[in-house]
């Protein structure tokens, strides 16, 4: 549910950047934020957070 929450609240370009995610991507809440973090939180994160 949290994913499908969270494309709610998503601004268009990273609705399409989701869509366009591996599907085990899209379906993992795990791989998701990973990968999210990867793209629009770079400077934030860590790699002990990954």
Do not use: G, Q
């Not at 709610?8 to 869509?19: E, K």
Request: hydrophobic content about 35%.
């Amino acid at each position: 549910m949290r994913i499908y929450e969270m494309k709610l609240i998503l601004p268009s370009s990273a609705r399409d950047w989701r869509y366009n995610l591996d599907e085990d991507v899209r379906h993992s809440w795990k791989r998701f934020l990973k990968a999210f973090k990867m793209k629009y939180c770079k400077a934030k994160t860590s790699d002990s957070e990954m």
